[in-house]
């Protein structure tokens, strides 16, 4: 046991104490965090098995996530893969729009978009993310407990293996429980690599030298000892001492919040089943052996709780048996655990609904105006015009751009000033797709038909599209 | 703080507007990153700023300064830019073939494709404004003539680049293609 050394502390006396807690079982209490014992070390849970509709609709909702997640860099929308986030060469295919670096700003919108329908969700229906939607929740409670419940058992007997000493058999359940943990990360952690590297190229980077790819190889590795240590060990400590988001939810909610709650005026007294007198709980702890964050859901809302509703599965179930109406676990508010009703619109709900909505607009309107073609003049470097034989010349470069569809035809027509001599180093060319094209562009215009205000303007057709790209011509003042 | 099980013993004297906290134990695995630290600190110490054997920033970056500018001096020591280097390297079909590539992008606007000039002067012929040697040649399309026009291509196209497209330059000089510009500049022999 670790015990700190120089704490001032006597020693003796707290291993004691230590000792003294740790005996017996342990319930949890308002006071500590389940998961980690008075020693400081980790307090695994074994949560029991429950069956209900609300693992159902979890179960639904993961499967549909799960397939999401694997299929979308497979789905191939407009040529390019639904999802490719190619960072080396900084182009990013989303769901048959294509961005580059410099359409990094959208993703203010989008992340702000995200966030506040995350705050609005947390505001009306508590930590529904958490419970149902988390990658956290999904793969953990999803995969890996199942794989942990189909080789080493219900809740008592895992409970007893981790008791017991190490034999062959208890080596042969832990190895081959990890095996399957890490067989399952490695293919979660290539899944993962497949939104960065096109899955048609995928195959070649994984068959070929980790030497290849070195930067990939990384990725994946470090992905799957990530995933190990938090999937295998870590687990609900992520959820309570790491992530933001649930210490947030105290001032994100309010009473009239929809969170997983007791009814303690119908519950309590709490007592046995044939006391005389007692509220509908029967303290059975059925609750508190099924909750994977190993609270008390008779404390009331606490931040340990993400919402998965097991232990609404499981007080159901108890209530069935004992002939005793269904909900004194709930979704409800805690104006409804009162007996108030509760409301839906509140001003934090406008409040968050308006910027979430003002926010939305933003991101349609900014990415409206997200230009599949780029044209445009930079002038050269150096003077702004040069007059040479009675002529004012202008020099730019022309620089074209194509982001979406495929390569295109590329032809340029000059348009104004009339009378001016253009030169371009290119005029009829294919332009790739995504890739920078400058066209070197020199207009030379007699002086004597020089204006102050002539702009230079050319027309620049993309196949069947066309833009018109124009520039002020410059020149001298008198 | 000796009876564990008491809620008011484990509770911390200060007071936030009503908020207390516990008294209780840090995970393991969170004390651990802190003896980690602690105990890295200690060698990191010993090892920059008392026995000074690692370098600190300062050297770091004087190193790495020297190192790059060790290798450039390598590489200009292996391959002078002079005349006969360049003419050298004018013989060359590789080097020539890409110095072609870079002036068909970059330079036909304005010299035409067969070089034979158009805004820019006519580089086929014997006559040259800034100098007709080699190097001298290299270093007009390095600092370009912004009064006239000429774009400086140092920045733009980078060394190695710029003395591909001086070789190609060499090969057409003196060719005098048809249709080419009349002489500018003094006659270069």
């Known amino acids: 046991m670790n015990v700190p050394e120089g704490s001032g502390v006597d020693q003796e006396e707290d291993l004691k104490e230590v000792k003294r807690l740790r005996s017996g079982p342990r319930r949890p209490d308002l ?71 410099m359409d990094f700003w959208l993703a203010f919108f989008f992340l702000a978009g995200v966030g506040l329908t995350l705050i609005l969700l947390s505001a009306l229906y508590g930590r529904v993310w958490c419970g149902y939607a988390c990658p956290q929740t999904v793969f953990l409670e999803g995969f890996y407990r199942r794989i942990e419940r189909w080789i080493e058992g219900t809740a008592p007997q895992r409970e007893k293996l981790a008791r017991s000493p190490w034999t062959v058999r208890k080596i042969l359940k832990k190895g081959g429980k990890h095996f399957a943990y890490l067989v399952l990360s490695l293919v979660l952690a290539h899944v993962f690599l497949s939104y960065f590297i096109p899955v048609r190229e995928l195959g070649n980077v994984v068959t070929s030298s980790p030497a290849a790819h070195p930067a990939a190889f990384v990725f994946v590795m470090a992905l799957t000892a990530v995933m ?46 044939n006391r005389e007198g007692r509220g509908d709980c029967i303290d059975c702890y059925r609750c508190v052996a099924v909750c994977p964050t190993g609270i008390d859901i008779r404390f009331g809302l606490q931040l340990e709780c993400i919402g998965c509703a097991n232990c609404i599965d499981a007080c159901d179930e108890v209530m069935d048996k004992l002939g005793q109406a269904r909900g004194l676990i709930r979704n409800d508010s805690l104006n409804g655990f009162e007996g108030r009703r509760s409301r839906f619109w509140r001003p934090r709900v406008v409040a968050y609904f308006s910027l979430l909505a003002l926010v939305f607009g933003g991101f349609v309107y900014a990415t409206s105006k997200v230009e599949p073609i780029e044209a445009r003049f930079v002038r050269l470097p150096g003077p702004a015009y ?61 002086r004597s038909s020089f204006r102050q205000g002539t702009a230079v303007e050319v027309w620049v057709r993309f196949g069947e599209e066309r833009r018109t790209v124009r520039a002020p011509f410059v020149g001298p003042d008198d | 703080m000796n009876a564990g099980s008491s809620t008011q ?110 805004v820019g002067p006519n580089l086929t012929d014997r006559f040259w404004i800034h100098g007709g040697k080699p190097a001298q040649i290299l270093h007009t399309i390095t600092v370009g003539v912004p009064a006239k026009g000429m774009v400086a291509w140092g920045p733009v196209l980078g060394a190695s680049r710029i003395r591909d497209v001086t070789a190609y330059l060499l090969t057409i000089r003196n060719t005098n293609v048809p249709g080419g510009k009349g002489p500018e500049g003094s006659e270069e022999k």
């Not at chain 1, 790491?242 to 929809?258: A, E, N, V």
């Not at chain 1, 020099?395 to 032809?411: A, C, I, M, Y």
């Open chain 1, 31 to 101: 006071e500590t965090l389940y998961c980690i014992d008075e020693d400081g070390s980790h307090h695994v849970i074994h949560p029991a098995d429950v069956r209900g509709r609300f693992q159902r609709i979890k179960k639904a909702v993961w499967t549909i996530l799960v397939v999401i997640y694997v299929a979308l860099p497979w789905i191939r929308i407009g040529g390019h893969p639904a999802i490719l986030i190619d960072i080396p060469r900084r182009h990013f295919f989303l769901f048959g729009h294509t961005f580059n670096a």
């Open chain 1, 228 to 273: 190990m240590f938090n999937f295998a060990w870590f687990r609900e400590q992520l959820c309570l001492i790491i992530c933001p988001y649930g210490r947030l939810q105290s001032i994100l909610s309010d009473p009239d919040t929809i969170v997983v709650g007791y009814d303690a005026r119908r519950g309590e007294p709490r007592g046995r089943y």
């Open chain 1, 386 to 446: 040069v007059i040479e034989g009675g002529k004012i010349r202008n020099q730019f470069r022309l620089r074209l751009l194509v982001k979406e569809g495929g390569p295109r035809h590329v032809s340029i027509e000059p348009l104004s000033p009339e009378g001016a001599e253009f030169i371009f180093s290119q005029r009829d060319f294919d332009l790739p797709l995504l890739e920078y094209r400058e066209v070197m562009t020199f207009v030379s215009l007699p």
């Open chain 2, 9 to 118: 013993d484990r509770l911390r004297e200060h007071d936030f507007d009503g908020i207390r906290e516990y008294d209780n134990r840090l995970p393991n695995w969170w004390l651990w990153t802190f003896y980690i630290m602690i105990i890295f600190s200690f060698f990191y110490w010993v090892h920059y700023h008392v026995l000074h054997t690692g370098p600190d920033q300062w050297q770091e970056y004087a190193a790495e300064v020297k190192a790059e500018e060790e290798k450039l001096a390598s590489l200009a020591a292996k391959n002078p830019v002079t005349d006969e280097t360049l003419l050298e390297e004018s013989r060359n079909h590789e080097v020539v073939a890409r110095g072609k590539k870079v002036f068909m992008t970059n330079c036909v606007s304005c010299h035409k494709a067969d070089g034979g000039g158009l």
